[in-house]
T-cell receptor, first 114, second 112 residues
Framework: EAGVTQSPTHLIKTRGQQVTLRCSPISGHTSVYWYQQALGLGLQFLLW???????NRGNFPPRFSGRQFPNYSSELNVNALELEDSALYLCASSSTAQANEKLFFGSGTQLSVL | GDSVTQMEGPVTLSEEAFLTINCTYT??????LFWYVQYPGEGLQLLLK?????DKGSNKGFEATYRKETTSFHLEKGSVQVSDSAVYFCALAKYNFNKFYFGSGTKLNVKP
């Protein structure tokens, strides 16, 4: 069974640009989560999608947005990139919307903003 | 608000030493508690979990007990190996909010 897959694995952008990160959940999983792991800061919750809708978002500015497609894959978009957006972006999926279900994580997209 | 606090790293141990990584939490209600591990160059993997007070989660020789009285979920292993070198994240989640709160992670270095 394929795990959570993310693309691209690495990305280099400059300030002010826009970026789109992609995530494919495990087959049958309907919930997708996005996290930011900045150097030394641990994981910060960004967004949660379930059944195609945004269910919750963390404390990030509106230039962080995303969507979930009918096949449950998801995109994370970041507009007007800033240097501090440099981080590892992790996607995770779970099989239900219940919080005590475990998350399965992808390997992440390493974004560098120059 | 809900949060998780972990001991700061890095933690450096010799092979076969005893490991404790402290984790305490703040939450209303009855959260589930988790330990995730991130090996170098990889995403996070669930290591163990506990869903109610006094539950003990265990996996690969690691254990953690959900202590409601001390709001703690400390990770322990009796004899660490070099292959245990990774970053360990404590996390909590609550049923009705479906949001995981992660600690800042503790890096473990095990030397041969």
């Amino acid at each position: 069974e394929a795990g959570v897959t993310q693309s691209p694995t690495h990305l280099i952008k400059t300030r002010g640009q826009q970026v789109t990160l992609r995530c494919s959940p495990i087959s049958g999983h309907t919930s997708v989560y996005w996290y930011q792991q900045a150097l030394g800061l641990g994981l910060q919750f960004l967004l949660w999608y379930d059944e195609g809708e945004e269910r919750n978002r963390g404390n990030f500015p509106p230039r962080f947005s995303g969507r979930q497609f009918p096949n449950y894959s998801s995109e994370l978009n970041v507009n007007a990139l800033e240097l501090e957006d440099s981080a590892l972006y992790l996607c995770a999926s779970s099989s239900t919307a219940q919080a005590n279900e475990k998350l399965f994580f992808g390997s992440g997209t390493q974004l560098s903003v120059l | 608000g809900d949060s998780v606090t972990q001991m700061e790293g890095p933690v450096t141990l010799s092979e076969e030493a005893f490991l404790t990584i402290n984790c305490t939490y703040t939450a209303t209600g009855y959260p589930s508690l988790f330990w995730y591990v991130q090996y170098p160059g990889e995403g996070l993997q669930l290591l163990l979990k506990a869903t109610k007070a006094d539950d003990k989660g265990s996996n690969k020789g690691f254990e953690a007990t959900y202590r409601k009285e001390t709001t703690s979920f400390h990770l322990e292993k009796g004899s660490v190996q070099v292959s245990d070198s990774a970053v360990y994240f404590c996390a909590l989640a609550k049923y009705n909010f479906n949001k995981f709160y992660f600690g800042s992670g503790t890096k473990l270095n095990v030397k041969p």
